[in-house]
């Protein structure tokens, strides 16, 4: 294990500024990691980078826990959705999420039965091959629950047609406030290094490195144990832990590339290509340790509660709890007076519909603030939103560019690069909301190019059909050569296999 030195990038806060999080409160272990089982939840069917699942529920279908209820339409890029309570399907009807995505939601009454499929149970062959990891992962409908959302199976394809040499683990959490990777870490330090190599095998790559804070040395004993044990599974693959200073945004895989590597990436730059390593964040490698050894699909995750309240703290929740639920768990839902944040304090989304907005695979937390009414004045010019962006941009001119309907000036300045870690709007003393409107443009705008990872690499087609093609396609296409029965059927993954 690295212990002398510690990686970082080299532009943002570091100490004694505002950002400087490593004086923030410490971790702290709960003693016990509370389950919540909500009365309903409400399943979007897209979750995900890509299109949407579609439903194979109706309103007055009966559901287990762990039931695939929305499939990928055939050959699009997309992930299966499964249900994390036993109940009836009540409705299926359109959402409008807060990060404005729109899709079909199914709502699940709770019968408070915790009825489980079948299919949830010990594997017994674990001799798997890479192709078999990649289906497993695919079908429990595991994607990056750290960032934006990309099918992992998609990833791990992506690193193996790259010949990656080393798999990271981002085990950094560096925003304020939320700590659940953290709690992972804590809780389940042998599922993240065992779905770390699993992957790694899978991926092709000889090396795996866990990405963590200075700060976070109570966590080093049980993740070290965890490597030790994983060594008589893993025997081809190297495990080593890397010390990160603690700092915002460190775990963005451009900075990470910058801080392990000293390479910048450019907009169109992949780690895979450029670094030959692939980057997933410790909650995913533990959820598809699940999905190996037990069969358990994506179908709950840890959040934290946090910000200003007064009993913060970490729970598991099905995927699709209302965050009226999640706040009710620490017995102050009534008491929450300022905004309530889907998501982390400086890149979440304030939301004022708690009751009907959903914990999504990507939600890590759900952040309480102090209401304070900064007064917005005109841009000082103060320069400290340029000093300050980890990605080397000028907020306040591509702000101003935006707000005079100049598009492609704001691009040429760099505006698509953006990539929405809420510094600009935070330290502005003018209180602009800078990130609000830029990472919208730069959101809007992007164009998924060849070095995407979302690219096929063994297919090319025309840009305009990225997207519609599944990454998948090279294995699955392999498989359907061995199984050539029925191929217009769909296959209910964790529901016994059955096709419809």
């Known amino acids: 294990m690295t212990r002398g030195r510690r990686y970082t990038y080299h532009k ?9 999080f490593s004086k923030r409160s410490s971790f702290i272990k709960e003693i016990l990691l509370e389950r919540v089982n909500p009365t309903r939840i409400i399943l979007p069917c897209k979750q995900h980078y890509g299109v949407s699942a579609v439903p194979v529920v109706r309103p007055g279908d009966q559901v287990k826990v762990g039931q695939c209820v929305a499939v990928p339409p055939k050959g699009k890029f997309s992930l299966a959705v499964h249900s994390g ?55 429990a409908g595991i994607c990056g629950m750290g960032g934006e959302g990309i099918p992992t199976a998609a990833k791990i394809y992506r690193a193996k047609s790259h010949n990656v040499n080393e798999l990271l683990v981002n085990c950094l959490q560096s925003e304020p406030y939320a700590t659940s990777d953290l709690m992972v870490l804590s809780e389940y330090p042998g599922y993240v290094v065992m779905g770390a190599g699993a992957c790694a095998r899978a991926a092709g790559a000889s090396k795996v490195v866990f990405l963590i804070s200075e700060k976070r040395s109570m ?19 190297s495990f080593e832990v890397k010390l990160f200073r603690e700092r915002f945004p460190q775990g963005y895989f451009r900075l990470v590339a910058e801080a392990l ?39 709950s995750r840890v959040v934290s509660i946090t910000g200003d309240v007064t ?21 102050r839902a009534d008491d929450v007076a300022g905004p309530v944040v889907w998501g982390n304090a400086l890149t979440g989304i304030a939301i004022e519909d708690k009751e ?17 009414e900064q007064p917005r004045t ?10 300050n962006c980890p990605v080397g941009l000028s907020p306040h001119i591509i702000y101003e560019m935006l707000k005079q309907g100049m598009p492609k000036k704001a691009e040429e300045e760099g505006g698509r690069n953006c990539i929405s870690c809420g510094i600009c709007s935070y330290i502005c003393p003018a209180g ?14 992007r164009i998924i190019g060849e070095n995407s990872l979302l690219h096929n690499t063994r297919v090319q087609y025309n840009i305009d059909e990225i997207g519609d093609l599944s990454l998948l396609e090279g294995y699955v296409s392999e498989s359907e050569e061995e199984e050539k029965e029925d191929k217009d059927a769909i296959v209910l993954p964790f529901d016994g296999g059955k096709k419809v």
């Open 261 to 299: 590597y000293n390479v910048k990436l450019d907009p169109e730059d992949t780690l895979e290509e450029k670094c030959g390593a692939v980057l997933f964040n410790c909650s995913t490698m533990c959820a598809c340790w699940e999905a190996i050894s037990e069969n358990i699909p994506l179908m």
């Open 432 to 445: 602009i909301r800078l990130t609000q409107r830029i990472a919208t443009f730069a959101s809007e705008g």
């Open 356 to 372: 009907n907005t959903p914990i999504i695979k990507l939600t890590s937390a759900i952040t309480v603030i102090r209401k304070q």
């Open 311 to 331: 009993n913060g703290h970490n729970v598991i929740v099905p995927v699709g709890t209302p965050v009226s639920e999640v706040l009710a768990t620490g017995g």
């Open 85 to 139: 309570i036993s109940g009836v399907v009540k409705e299926i009807k359109e959402i409008r999420l807060p990060n404005g995505i729109v899709c079909p939601a199914i709502h699940i009454e709770n019968d408070m039965k915790m009825q489980r499929v079948d299919s949830i149970r010990h594997r017994e062959n674990m001799n798997l091959t890479a192709e078999d990891v990649m289906g497993i992962i695919s079908n």
């Open 219 to 237: 966590l080093m004993s049980g993740l070290e144990n965890a490597i030790q044990n994983a060594g008589r599974d893993f025997a081809d693959i």
């Open 12 to 20: 943002g806060f570091i100490a004694d500024n505002a950002l400087d």
């Open 378 to 387: 005109p841009c000082i010019h103060c320069g400290l939103c340029a000093q």
